[in-house]
C-alpha cells in the first residue's frame, strides 16, 4: 500500500488550496520536501518521532504535516483556540522532539518551549511560503525525487495523534496510523462520490478528524479543489457558496450551519429565489456532523438552499463510521448505514449483538432490547491511546470490537444514535429516555434558540430531566409553560423537571456541548 501522499504526486491541476492565494500541487509538496529535510536533520535521521505544530487554517498546516510524513515522523496538530497549558500538555504527552510553527504564533510557541525545554522550528524562516504559482524549475525538481520513504515504511508506521476531547481528565492521544487514515479516506472518497473536479470550502478546525480526514485529505487524494478560510465568517461562507465557481461541496458542524441561517436571515432573505436556485443547482453535497443535527435546523436549511443535510457518524477513534447515502432517501435524525470497509454491531448489556451490520447490509440478531452500545471494527480504527495500554484495552471487547460509548438503535433500515450512554441516556421512574431526542422536540418550541438536556440524580427517581435552554431576543418561557407545551410532544416522563435559562450555550470547537462540564458548573449538587 502506499502511503496518502502518493496520490497527492498525480494530482497536477493548479488547483487552490488557500484564502491566500492559488497553490498547486506539485509547489505544496516541493516545499513539504524541503521542510521534511529540515525535520530529519533536526531530529538525527530518526522517524516515527512525535512532532507537534501549531499553523493557521492556510497552505502552511498542508506543508508541516505532509512534511512530517515524508520525514516519517507522527504528526501532532494544534488549535490555536486551546489555552497555552492544553498545548503544553499535547506536547509533553506525546513526547515530541520538535514543535513547528510560523511567525504568526512564534512567540506564543517560544514561551511554551522554552518552558518544557522542547525545539522550536519556525517554518517561515526555512521556506518562501507566498500565493505565487510553481515555477517550472519545481516542477523539475519534483520529478527528481520520490515520496517519502519505502512504501512498506508506511505499511506498519503511525502518521498522526489527534487528542480527544477528554470529558473526563485531560485528552488522551488518539493515535492514527497511515492504513487507518488510508483506509478512512477509501471509504469516503467511494460513499460520497469525490472527484478531480470537485470543490469543498473548509471552515473547520485542523485539530479534528473532521477537519482533517474528510474536508482536507479526502478532495486531496483526488486532486480536487480546497479552499480554505482562515477562520469561520458567516459571510464569506456565503459568498463562496453562491459565487465560487469552484465551491460545489460544503461540511460543517450544526453550530455553523445555525451560525450561516442567522445570516441570511439577516442579509439574504430577501434574495430567496436567487439563494435557492445557486445553491440547488450549483453545490452537490452539504454535509453535517460531530455533533447531533436539531431537525428545526436541518429543516431551515432545506427550506434555503433545497438540500436535505447528509448526516453521517464518526469519532477520532473510528474515523467516519455511518452515512447516510449520497444518493437516496435521507431521514432526518438518523445516520444512515456503515461506510464501505467498516463493521458495527449493537450490543446488550454483556456486548451480545443485537444487530449487525457492514456495507453489504445489517441483521438483527435479537430483538429483546430496542438499544444498545454502538461497537466498531475495521481498519480504519486507531492503533490506541499514545502511551496509555491500559486506556485502551478497556476500550475494546475481548473480540476486537471498540466501545463508542455511544448508544444507538436500528430502526427501518437505518441507524440512529441516541447520545452518550454516559450523558445523554437518562433513566428516570425505570425508563431510558434519549436526551437528544428530548433536545430535538425542545428546540422547535418558537422561544427556544438552543438547549441542552441533562439528567440529575434524584432519590425518587434515579433521574430528572433539566433542560439548560438559551432563548430567542425578547422572548420568555416558564418551566409550567414548557411542560405544558410539552404535553403532545413527549411522553410525561420525558418532560423535564427543571428549566435553567442561559445566555450563551458553551461549546468545543466542533460545536459540542461537554454536559459533564455543564452540570458541574449549573448543578454543582448533582455532579458525580
Not at 78 to 99: C, F, G, I, R, W
Not at 264 to 280: A, G
Not at 487 to 505: H, N, Q, W
Amino acid at each position: 500500500m502506499l502511503p496518502v501522499l502518493e496520490l497527492f504526486r498525480s494530482s497536477v491541476v493548479p488547483h487552490s488550496l488557500d484564502n491566500d492565494g492559488d497553490y498547486r500541487y506539485q509547489g505544496l509538496l516541493c516545499s513539504s520536501h524541503k521542510f521534511a529535510s529540515e525535520i530529519s536533520y533536526h531530529l538525527n535521521g530518526n522517524t516515527q518521532e512525535r512532532v507537534a505544530f501549531l499553523c493557521p487554517n492556510n497552505a502552511s498546516y498542508l506543508i508541516a504535516q505532509w512534511a512530517c510524513w515524508i520525514s516519517g515522523q507522527i504528526a501532532v496538530p494544534m488549535n490555536d483556540k486551546h489555552p497555552l497549558p492544553l498545548m503544553e500538555h499535547y506536547v509533553t504527552n506525546s513526547k515530541a522532539k520538535l514543535v513547528v510553527t510560523t511567525r504568526h504564533y512564534a512567540k506564543m510557541i517560544a514561551k511554551l518551549c522554552l518552558k518544557i525545554g522542547t525545539k522550536m522550528l519556525i517554518m517561515d524562516d526555512i521556506l518562501q511560503i507566498s500565493s505565487r504559482r510553481t515555477d517550472g524549475e519545481n516542477i523539475a525538481a519534483l520529478d527528481s525525487f520520490s515520496i517519502g520513504l519505502e512504501p512498506e515504511f508506511y505499511e506498519t508506521s503511525e502518521a498522526l495523534i489527534i487528542y480527544t476531547s477528554g470529558t473526563t481528565g485531560l485528552p488522551k492521544g488518539a493515535v492514527l496510523s497511515h492504513r487507518a487514515i488510508q483506509e478512512q479516506v477509501s471509504s469516503l472518497v467511494q460513499a460520497w462520490g469525490w472527484t478531480k473536479h470537485d470543490g469543498v470550502l473548509h471552515v473547520l478546525p485542523l485539530h479534528h478528524i473532521h477537519g482533517i480526514v474528510n474536508v482536507l485529505t479526502c478532495p486531496l487524494a483526488v486532486g480536487a479543489t480546497c479552499v480554505m478560510l482562515p477562520k469561520f465568517d458567516a459571510g464569506q461562507v456565503w459568498r463562496h457558496l453562491l459565487i465560487n465557481a469552484r465551491v460545489n461541496i460544503f461540511m460543517a458542524v450544526p453550530t455553523i450551519y445555525m451560525k450561516l441561517i442567522e445570516e441570511y436571515e439577516n442579509n439574504l432573505k430577501d434574495r430567496e429565489e436567487e439563494v435557492r436556485d445557486i445553491c440547488s443547482n450549483k453545490i452537490r453535497l452539504m454535509v453535517s456532523g460531530s455533533a447531533a443535527l436539531p431537525a428545526p435546523l436541518s429543516q431551515r436549511w432545506a427550506d434555503i438552499t433545497g438540500h436535505t443535510l447528509l448526516e453521517r457518524y464518526g469519532m477520532t477513534e473510528t474515523g467516519m463510521v455511518l452515512s447516510n447515502k449520497l444518493e437516496g432517501e435521507r431521514r432526518l435524525g438518523y445516520v444512515g448505514l456503515p461506510l464501505p470497509g467498516v463493521e458495527v454491531q449493537i450490543s446488550g448489556p454483556n456486548y451480545e449483538p443485537l444487530v449487525t451490520g457492514d456495507n453489504s447490509g445489517s441483521v438483527v440478531v435479537s430483538t429483546d432490547h430496542a438499544s444498545g452500545e454502538l461497537l466498531v471494527r475495521g481498519p480504519t480504527l486507531f492503533s490506541g491511546y499514545y502511551n496509555k495500554p491500559e486506556a485502551t484495552s478497556k476500550e475494546f471487547t475481548q473480540d476486537g470490537w471498540f466501545k463508542t460509548g455511544d448508544t444507538a438503535r436500528y430502526e427501518d433500515g437505518m441507524y440512529q444514535i441516541m447520545g452518550r450512554t454516559s450523558v445523554d441516556i437518562i433513566k428516570t421512574g425505570g425508563y431510558k429516555v434519549s436526551a437528544l431526542e428530548i433536545e430535538t422536540q425542545l428546540l422547535a418550541h418558537p422561544s427556544i434558540s438552543e438547549c441542552a438536556v441533562v439528567g440529575l440524580k434524584d432519590d425518587t427517581w434515579g433521574q430528572k430531566v433539566a433542560a439548560v435552554a438559551v432563548l430567542k431576543p425578547g422572548c420568555e418561557v416558564s418551566l409550567s409553560e414548557l411542560r405544558q407545551w410539552s404535553k403532545e410532544r413527549l411522553a410525561s416522563y420525558a418532560s423535564p423537571s427543571i428549566l435553567k435559562v442561559i445566555d450563551t450555550l458553551p461549546k468545543n470547537a466542533m460545536g459540542k456541548v461537554n454536559k459533564k462540564e455543564l452540570i458541574k458548573e449549573l448543578f454543582p449538587d448533582s455532579a458525580q
